[in-house]
């Protein structure tokens, strides 16, 4: 029974190494109950008994690499997922900032950290376009999406969709921002001229700074404790002084970050630098 226990942990951990090596996935970031989990629904997919059989798999077979990736990284997203975050970021956050930039250098910043497809940089670039109309082209606007999924990052670059990442984009929007060609819907230039994609993993990548809002939803949820304590200080650290942090609704913060960031809005998960 032990010996049985021993060989199992030991290919989990042969696992383990392999992701790691081959897809620059570094497990030991995110709660071993998520991994597993995760991991199980490629064992169940690709009908591997244990975790030998799928290691055994993938050293036969590196066609599930892509695969395991995407099961790993869990991709789900919408525009303006959960529309009531995205009415107080229209109708406070943003006209916020906006009015803070008064005369001087318009600039703003903002960082969709974890941005999976795009959709939430580009949700953001629609309100700001939404709501400056006609000043649009006077501000200096990036918006920054940033993932660990290279493929995820192709799809925000393209600005293609056609599924259910679409359900919540209001019909004014939808004939404003995108252009129609048989079931897709493209990202209008203007949105993709304020929007650049790049791959960086928010625990080992460099830091970033100079953020007027930073939105990481979702993707801390499987991060160890530890982690993301470590990346809650860094967002601090990484917005400008009144700077927004906007987490996921079922986020929570925790860690020194805590304590310097004054709640803007519980219910929404919405805290100020
Ligand atoms: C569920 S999506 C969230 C998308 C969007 N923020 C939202 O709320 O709809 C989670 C994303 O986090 C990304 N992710 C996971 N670990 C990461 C890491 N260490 N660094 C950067 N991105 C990571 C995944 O690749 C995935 O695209």
Not at 52 to 70: F, G, I
Not at 107 to 123: L, N, P
Not at 169 to 183: I, T
Request: aromatic share 12%; with cysteine.
């Amino acid at each position: 029974m032990l010996e049985t226990m021993q060989k199992k942990d030991a290919d989990y951990e042969m696992l383990k190494t392999l992701i790691h090596k081959n897809l620059g996935f570094n497990c030991e970031q995110y709660k071993d109950s998520h991994f597993k989990r995760r991991i199980d629904v490629r064992l169940r997919a690709t009908n591997s008994g244990t975790y030998r059989d799928y290691v055994k798999l993938l050293q036969s077979n590196s066609n599930e690499y892509p695969e395991l990736m995407e099961a790993l990284t869990v991709n789900v997203t919408n525009f303006f997922r959960n529309p009531e975050v995205y009415d107080v970021v229209e109708k406070e956050i943003l006209p916020a900032l906006i009015k803070a930039k008064g005369t001087g250098l318009k600039s703003i910043r903002i960082w969709s950290a974890g941005c999976s497809i795009g959709v939430e940089a580009y949700s953001i670039a629609m309100l700001l376009h939404y709501l400056l109309g006609n000043d649009f082209n006077k501000y200096n606007i990036k918006i920054t999406g940033t993932d660990i999924d290279k493929d995820s990052l192709l799809k925000a670059q393209q600005g293609i969709y056609s599924g259910a990442e679409m359900k919540d984009v209001r019909p004014a929007f939808l004939s404003s921002y995108f252009v129609k060609e048989g079931n897709n819907f493209i990202v209008s230039e203007e949105l993709k001229k304020v929007t650049q994609f790049k791959k960086q993993d928010l625990i080992s990548g460099p830091k970033m700074n100079g953020f007027d809002a930073i939105f990481c939803r979702n993707v801390t949820i499987y991060f160890q404790k530890e982690l993301q304590e470590q990346l809650y200080m860094d967002f601090y650290n990484a917005l400008l002084k009144d700077g927004f942090f906007v987490m996921g609704k079922t986020e929570t913060l925790i860690g020194p970050s805590k304590d310097m960031f004054r709640a803007y809005n519980s219910k929404e998960r919405i805290y100020q630098k």
